[in-house]
């Protein structure tokens, strides 16, 4: 009966949570106290779910937390305002794919950033699972149970990382940030752990 009312208390945290930080977002400032009220709200709702049922209660919490999502979304979806007629013609091309007029290519830049983001960034996540599964071994893990956690952090890390290597100007720092990737698997290949 108490893991009951625990995963009530933690839908209801949850539904809470979201309610917080949708209201905190939707403020025309910055608002620090209600941020962390409503992340430290899905916090305690996830610690509930867990107590009360394991992976199921978290499981059970999240499904409430994403349902208000949808709903306030879902609301401010159908009372938005229309969008602001301009007098000036959009542009023929998408998402900035094609030079307009007599605008370079960039064909070198592009296919570095390709590279980048698609081919580097791989082999670095493939360093940081190696890592991963290193520290997991390191920690009393199974073989088994260490390249689990090497299995998760790969796309995981794949996906960090190629989203930080985009949001960043910066040739240097996306150079650095592979390189410092890379550098987790480091002590795997230095101690002879990598099979």
């Known amino acids: 009966m108490g893991g009951d009312a625990l995963l009530v208390t ?3 945290l949850a539904v809470l949570g979201v309610v917080m930080l949708r209201w905190s977002w939707g403020r025309p ?3 620090t106290l ?6 430290a709200s899905l916090a305690a709702a996830v610690i509930c779910g867990a107590a009360a049922a394991g992976a199921w209660g978290i499981a059970f919490a999240s499904l409430w937390a994403m349902g208000a999502a949808c709903a306030l979304l879902a609301w401010a979806g159908l009372t938005a305002a229309p969008p602001a007629t301009s007098a000036r013609r959009a542009s023929d ?3 900035g794919m094609l030079p307009q007029g007599d605008e370079p290519l960039r064909l070198g830049g592009r296919a570095l950033t390709f590279l980048l983001v698609a081919v580097l960034s791989m082999a670095a996540s493939i360093a940081i699972a190696l ?3 290193w520290i997991a071994l390191l920690c009393g893990a199974g073989e088994g149970n260490a390249s689990v956690l090497a299995l998760f952090a ?3 890390a794949w996906t960090i990382l190629a989203y930080a290597l985009l949001m960043t100007a910066s040739r240097k720092r996306q150079f650095a940030m592979i390189a410092c990737s890379l ?3 480091l ?3 230095l101690t002879g752990v990598m099979a």
Do not use: K, Q
């Open 10 to 12: 933690g839908s209801a």
């Open 29 to 31: 400032r910055r608002a």
């Open 34 to 39: 209600p941020n962390l009220a409503g992340w």
């Open 93 to 95: 091309r998408r998402a």
């Open 131 to 133: 890592g991963v599964r």
């Open 154 to 156: 790969a796309p995981l």
């Open 183 to 185: 550098l987790a698997a």
């Open 187 to 189: 002590p795997p290949i």
